[in-house]
């Protein structure tokens, strides 16, 4: 029964089992992961809702037609497999169905469904690494702006620029004041001048290359 109702779920995407749940096959996107830089495929998946629909009809007809029973009989059958497995989750709180999921019932009487992953494993991901070439331009998004990396580096670039030639600038100065009053102590030394004279030689130098 559990591989006869389970190509009945896989070709018409549904299924009502009273008491349990209903059972839908759902198309699951393509998803990205980032840690591992990967692509899933998409694939098929099996969910388990709570609400459930009024049987279909066609449900006996078609376990009928498979069985080549009554439908009487097949609807006798079908009934007897849901209390089979209201049992057991009553019993052992968890029905396995083999290549379909597992049901479980916890302490407050709710029955979960855990489908079985066996499709993905069919379908292998793919590596996805972002590949960034120089001199080619690519969309940045910057906060709640888009740039490219063109734009973003010409930004920057005008950003830097004014600092740069003002350190530039700087060190060159200081290196005049420092080579002046070096060449003021030297010369004053050779003179044998005192050390007073020297120090206010030196402030002189300082205060007028400032």
């Known amino acids: ?24 096959v759902i198309d699951a996107p393509a998803r990205y992961n980032a840690a591992e830089k990967k692509i899933y495929a998409p694939h098929p998946a099996i969910r388990c809702k709570e609400e459930r629909m009024e049987i279909d009809g066609n449900l006996y007809v078609w376990m009928a037609t498979q069985l080549s029973t009554s439908v009487e009989t097949a609807q006798n059958q079908f009934h007897a497999f849901i209390n089979n497995i209201i049992g057991e989750l009553a019993k052992h709180n968890q029905v396995t169905w083999k290549g379909l999921g597992l049901f479980t019932k916890d302490d407050t009487g709710i029955i979960r469904f855990t489908w079985e992953k066996t499709i993905q ?90």
């Open 1 to 24: 029964m559990y591989s006869l109702l389970h190509q009945y779920l896989i070709t018409h995407k549904q299924l009502d089992l009273p008491g349990v749940g209903l059972l839908q």
């Open 121 to 210: 494993q069919y379908l292998p991901s793919i590596t996805a690494t972002k590949i960034i070439r120089k001199g080619t331009s690519h969309n940045l998004l910057v906060g709640e702006n888009e740039a490219t990396n063109i734009e973003m580096a010409q930004w920057l670039s005008q950003d830097t620029a004014p600092a740069q030639k003002k350190r530039w600038w700087f060190w060159m100065i200081a290196a005049s004041i420092i080579f002046a009053i070096g060449f003021v102590i030297y010369y004053l030394m050779q003179d044998g001048a005192s050390f007073e004279t020297i120090i206010t030689s030196a402030k002189y130098v300082f205060l007028a290359l400032n």
